[in-house]
């Protein structure tokens, strides 16, 4: 019984000798908004590669879902709840992860919210404070609670999750995209800044992912169909293929790379 459970472990499904990455072995990762989608694929690719991970999302049902799933693929998780728009929330989830985990090692900032569609102009103040809040504010505002506890650990990794709608406008999207390039330059002060702490500072710039936030852009079929032209590998991405470009930021494969922001979008032409 025990040697098929640790053989099960060592191969995948057909057999093979699983290729085991243990580079984050002794690192702590938060996670924001890691119950589902991009945030929940980049827990588990820093958690298969050996980090603790601390997952967290507003729902305490998400939360406990998400932590059993990655239990259940033997990854060591801390699961809280935390409305990143909430500064008791965010404190908290700091807390509780030098409580149970000891410190902190990398900071994955990936909470967003799409609160508003349509002209720009239509938009209103509330609609900003809060894409600008949840989107922007709350990940320097993270950032600044994880970089001390990253300092006594000697540095760190931090990614914020951007967009290519921080590139180029997405009809419709029109503070959300604000919101996304902001991003990009917030990776660019920061890192210069953070260097000498030896902590990194990157980002990532995901295309079409099929995930909840975008199902309405890929259940779509008229805007698919408009939006796979611009592609050069004509499907949705999936989470998981952003997972692995934060976990490779997060790496040392990556140690010469700060400031950055990486897109995968699976080829998005912006020229179209
Ligand atoms: P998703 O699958 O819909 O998951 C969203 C996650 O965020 C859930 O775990 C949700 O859980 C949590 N969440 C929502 N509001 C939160 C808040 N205020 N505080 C904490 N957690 C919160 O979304 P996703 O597509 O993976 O998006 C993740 C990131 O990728 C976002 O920054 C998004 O802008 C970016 N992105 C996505 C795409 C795409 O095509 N999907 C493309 C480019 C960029 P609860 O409901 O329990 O809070």
């Known amino acids: 019984m025990w040697s098929r459970a640790v053989r099960s472990l060592w191969t995948n499904p057909l057999g093979q000798m699983r290729m085991f990455h243990s580079n984050f072995a002794g690192k702590v990762a938060v996670v924001t908004a890691s119950t589902d989608g991009i945030g929940l694929a980049a ?4 958690g298969q590669r050996g980090a603790h991970v601390v997952v967290s999302s507003r729902s305490q049902a998400n939360v406990d879902k998400a932590v ?3 239990q259940n693929q033997n990854i060591r998780v801390t699961g809280t709840t935390c ?6 929330d965010r404190e908290k989830l700091v807390q509780l992860t030098l409580d149970q985990c000891g410190g902190i090692d990398i900071l994955v900032s990936n909470a967003a919210v799409i609160p508003f569609f349509g002209k720009i102009i239509d938009s209103t103040e509330e609609i900003w404070d809060e894409i600008l809040s949840i989107n922007v504010t709350s990940s320097f505002l993270m950032t600044k609670l994880v ?21 180029q406008p997405m009809q419709g999207l029109g503070p959300y995209c604000v919101s996304k ?6 990776t660019k002060v920061l890192a210069p800044e953070l260097a000498p702490s030896n902590i990194r500072v990157n980002g990532v710039a995901p295309g079409m992912i099929k995930t909840e936030m975008s199902s ?14 611009r592609l050069s590998i004509k499907r949705t991405g999936k989470a998981e293929e952003i997972g692995s470009v934060i976990s490779f ?4 494969e990556a140690s010469y790379i700060t400031g950055e922001t990486i897109e995968a979008s699976g080829g998005f032409n912006y020229g179209f």
């Open 147 to 167: 970089v001390p506890h990253m300092e006594k650990r000697g540095g760190g990794n931090i990614v914020f999750v951007s967009s290519i709608a921080g590139y």
């Open 43 to 46: 827990a588990q690719a820093l």
């Open 216 to 229: 309405p852009f890929w259940k779509n079929e008229e805007v698919m169909s408009e939006f796979k032209k």
């Open 83 to 88: 409305n990143v728009g909430k500064g008791e």
């Open 181 to 186: 390039s902001a991003l990009l330059g917030l």
């Open 249 to 252: 930021l997060c790496s040392e």
């Open 68 to 70: 059993a799933l990655l």
